[in-house]
């Protein structure tokens, strides 16, 4: 069976392109969040945490996606191709999870009312 190598050009720097595309989330997210908290849609610190999450998450699609696509230019990379796409993605979603675990903590934590010490 004949391999099929994709013609990607030059292999890229993977942590420049992280760098990018951190930058550019944090642009984007940035702008789309500052608006939401101008307009009360959100509050200024969801909207802080929210643009940190995306540039996050935006850094991990950028370079995993540099990655993938410099795999997809070696002869036998398609497998390492594949891995590099699966890295981001759970990248990706371990944000999602750390974020969620952190809000249940949280919010557990703001609806705990501590007893107050009556010896004071």
């Given at each position: 069976m004949k391999e099929i190598v994709?013609?990607?050009?030059?292999?890229?720097?993977?942590l420049g392109h992280v760098i990018s595309?951190?930058?550019a989330s944090a642009v984007i997210s940035?702008?789309?969040?500052y608006k939401k908290a101008q307009s009360r849609q959100i509050t200024k610190k969801d909207a802080i945490k929210d643009t940190i999450k995306r540039?996050?998450?935006?850094?991990?699609?950028t370079g995993s996606a540099i990655?993938?696509?410099n795999y997809?230019?070696?002869?036998?990379?398609?497998?390492?191709?594949?891995?590099?796409?699966?890295?981001?993605m759970m990248g990706i979603y371990a944000i999602e999870v750390i974020?969620?675990?952190?809000d249940q903590k949280y919010l557990t934590n703001e609806n705990c009312h501590l007893e107050e010490n009556i010896d004071e």
């Open positions: 994709i013609d990607t050009g030059a292999p890229r720097n993977v595309g951190a930058i940035g702008a789309i969040n540039t996050s998450q935006g850094a991990i699609a990655a993938t696509a997809l230019g070696q002869k036998g990379g398609l497998f390492k191709a594949l891995t590099a796409a699966s890295i981001g974020e969620e675990k952190l």
